[in-house]
């Protein structure tokens, strides 16, 4: 039995912010569940699925966040307690049919894990998706510990219920990252067989219905606010004439602050984890009898602002402050130190500060660049294509491991918006220059967003290339499976949809499919695709050696050496390749056996053949 499955309630257990939610999630008798995974969510799907198998739950892989909502709204609809986790910027995918469907509402509880990426650690940008609670007037509730991750997760389903709303768990890298002891709860048995209710005149927004539920939907948004105002989620610690109104992580930094400055007993801390509606009256009733306050959050001035209005709105001269120079900023995550630095600062306490560790005399840390994989399947893939295409061409890329070629010696990414943007700007940039344009798709990336604008860029016959990356899983995120994988080696029996056939039943007649490791036969089809006036697709095809080594299908090839006297040191391997398994020592280039996965690529750049396998005994 999986540990997260255990039916003892009480034990105490160290659990990832991600699988606390899990745990909370079952614990709610989750019925259902889907998913496009994205850092940092990407925890929650990929062990559910693990759980599924041993349980009557179900979950998919979705082939994007929209689907993922869709799927999960119909089986909200029908009954089932259903989640469905997403990234910040999965929201946005997802929002077309998250707007409606606040209209239409639920009958099983459903949670929307969206978790937000401040520092953009993985992510194209930095959004703060409490304004989807405002977009769409749905609930968010904000955890600031695993256990309240795992809490919060139970109550949000108990919360969309009583409301017959969707609700937004809405969380940050810090939370979902973080471990912490999480004491587990009673199982409650998932409902999982489902009944739908036809009733058009509710659930077919047409205009006419869309009129009447938009009035419902401000009726539950009202009765939102009241248990929002209400909401033990909300609650303050200490006392004091001095606030601190704060969320999320930056809660626990607050708490820290607050006991390393001795202000324990002079500032009191108003806590909110019910954030949408916002609980104005919690917090006009918080704001009476303080002299001034300071709104601690990461990213936007989402409460500043509505804090600010709730003192208008009452009529409280009370100072408030929160992003300015000298304060918090909109960018990046806070830390411990910052924010300890920052609430100083405001009240005007004194402070000694940590001094630095000296690092003087310690040696330089090297740098390390973000880069492809020892034997990555993408990089001999870029190579061949610049080698062919040119320096000059422009080259769109997409979100993966492959936007890693962005970065000197590859240098092959040059535009990039979001999922699926690489054969829709491709297209544009191609009409607009008169040039042929490559862009590069990754295979999860294909089936999420890409074959939309592939079949735009076929109907409107523009003249574009574009080169999927067939690495056979959705590897950046962490191996999960999608429409193209073939799902066996995984125990499942999920039906494989080739890239291929989907490429040519679009209509894309110039179609060629490698294998990046030959260099020759790839560098002759990129030579035709280029050649070719429209749309032409190469589909690269090379199993991602991590994931080949999970699944225990990685070929068993022979490590590469360097030939020290045929070598002359021309660095192409180093200079056009940068695989990491190359080094350099005595000014000579060396291969790290153990990170040499015998894909052979370094031997067909060298230009002195000074690159061979290592034979057997040596």
């Not at 039995?1 to 659990?15: D, I, N, T, V, Y």
């Not at 003249?463 to 999927?468: A, D, E, H, P, R």
């Not at 590897?475 to 056939?501: C, F, S, W, Y």
């Not at 007649?509 to 036969?521: F, S």
């Amino acid at each position: 039995m999986h540990p997260l499955l255990s039916p003892k309630a009480g034990q105490k257990r160290l659990l990832l912010g991600n699988l606390a939610i899990v745990r909370g999630a079952v614990e709610a008798g989750v019925a259902f569940v889907t998913c496009y995974p994205g850092t940092p969510s990407s925890e929650v799907p990929d062990t559910f699925f693990q759980l599924a198998p041993e349980t009557d739950i179900y979950f998919e892989y979705s082939t994007n966040e929209k689907v993922a909502l869709e799927v999960g709204a119909g089986a909200a609809a029908s009954g089932l307690r259903t989640l469905v986790t997403m990234k910040h910027v999965g929201v946005n995918v997802a929002a077309d049919p998250l707007m409606t469907l606040a209209y239409v509402g639920v009958e099983g509880g459903m949670v929307i894990l969206c978790a937000d990426d401040p520092m953009l650690f993985s992510s194209q940008n930095e959004q703060d998706n409490r304004y989807y609670g405002k977009l769409s007037g749905l609930p968010i509730l904000e955890p600031s510990s695993p256990q309240e991750a795992k809490d919060m997760t139970v109550q949000a389903f108990d919360l969309s219920e009583r409301l017959k709303l969707p609700v937004i768990l809405r969380t940050t890298t810090r939370i979902n990252h973080s471990r912490g002891p999480v004491t587990f709860g009673k199982l409650k048995k998932p409902m999982t067989q489902g009944h739908f209710t036809k009733d058009p005149m509710k659930k077919v927004v047409v205009p006419a219905v869309g009129r009447v539920l938009h009035k419902v939907l401000l009726a539950k948004y009202d009765q939102a606010l009241e248990l929002a105002n209400a909401s033990e989620l909300n609650f303050v610690d200490g006392r004091g004439r001095w606030g601190i109104i704060t969320n999320g992580v930056s809660y626990a930094y607050v708490t820290d602050a607050l006991a390393d400055l001795g202000l324990k007993n002079q500032v009191a801390v108003l806590r909110l984890g019910f954030s949408h509606p916002f609980p104005r009256k919690a917090v006009q009733q918080f704001l009476r009898r303080k002299e001034k306050v300071l709104v601690v959050e990461e990213l936007e001035p989402y409460m500043e602002d509505e804090v600010k209005a709730a003192a208008q709105e009452a009529g409280l001269a009370v100072a408030i402050a929160g992003k300015s120079a000298r304060l918090f900023s909109r960018l990046y995550e806070f830390d411990p130190g910052m924010v300890r630095d920052r609430i100083a600062k405001y009240f005007g306490v004194k402070y000694q500060a940590a001094k630095p560790i000296k690092t003087e005399d310690m040696p330089e840390v090297p740098g390390r660049p973000p880069n492809l994989c020892p034997g990555c399947p993408h990089r001999s893939t870029f190579f061949s294509v610049k080698k062919i295409a040119g320096q000059d061409t422009v080259y769109p890329t997409d979100i993966g491991c492959y936007t890693l070629g962005l970065l000197p010696p590859l240098s092959a990414a040059d535009f990039l918006l979001c999922m699926g943007s690489s054969i829709s700007t491709a297209c544009g940039i191609s009409r607009a220059t008169g040039r042929k344009t490559v862009g590069f798709i990754g295979d999860s990336t294909f089936f999420h967003s890409g074959i939309t604008g592939l079949v735009d860029a076929v109907h409107n016959r523009h003249n574009v290339l574009l080169v999927v990356l067939d690495n056979g899983t959705t590897a950046m995120t962490g191996h999960q499976i999608h429409p193209g994988v073939d799902t066996k080696p995984l125990g499942r029996d999920n039906k494989q949809i080739k890239i291929e056939d989907v490429v040519r039943g679009v209509g894309v007649e110039d179609v060629h499919v490698v294998q990046p490791r030959n260099l020759i036969k790839t560098q002759e089809a990129v030579q035709a695709a280029m050649a070719h006036e429209g749309v032409s697709v190469l589909i690269s095809q090379e199993v991602c050696p991590l994931y080949a080594r999970r699944i225990g299908t990685l070929p068993k090839r022979p490590v590469f050496e360097v030939d020290q006297s045929k070598c002359k040191n021309h660095r192409d391997c180093l200079n056009l390749l940068a695989c990491p398994a190359f080094y350099v020592e005595d000014q000579a280039v060396m291969i790290n056996p153990d990170l040499c996965i015998g894909c052979a690529v370094c031997g067909q750049v060298c230009p002195e053949h000074a690159i061979r396998p290592v034979k057997k005994g040596a």
